[in-house]
């Protein structure tokens, strides 16, 4: 079993930036892949970012990219999003995911947090 907490969500402006961290507890945290999605009301989960278990390769959506960049900390068994020049579009609750398989797909996720408010202001 991997738990995973979010935090680092708020309320900001438009332009402004946040960092998200997802710290994991319970099985070996490098023994995993790492991703962030994100929620918005009446849309379902899309994929953000993710990560490898070394943190050497990353990949995102079209969406954020340029923007976001994901990082993990193995030393801290935490992972980090950071967001710059938000737009109201990414106004989402923002998840972590933990999972064995280098997958975009939410549903082959193993492990996954429970979410962290983000919301943009214009």
């Known amino acids: 079993q991997v738990q995973l907490v979010e935090s680092g969500g708020g309320l900001v402006q438009a332009g402004g930036s946040l960092r998200l961290s997802c710290a994991a507890s319970g099985r070996t945290f490098t023994t995993y892949r790492m991703g962030w999605f994100r929620q918005a009301p009446g849309k379902e989960r899309e994929f953000v970012a993710t990560?490898?278990?070394?943190?050497?390769?990353?990949y995102y959506s079209d969406y954020v990219k340029g923007r976001f960049t994901i990082s993990r900390d193995n030393a801290k068994n935490t992972g980090y999003l950071q967001m710059n020049s938000l737009k109201p579009g990414d106004t989402a609750v923002y998840y972590c995911?933990?999972?064995?398989?280098?997958?975009?797909?939410?549903?082959?996720?193993?492990?996954w947090g429970q979410g962290t408010q983000v919301t943009v202001s214009s």
């Open positions: 990560i490898s278990r070394s943190g050497a390769t990353t």
């Open positions: 995911a933990a999972s064995s398989v280098y997958t975009l797909t939410p549903t082959e996720f193993d492990y």
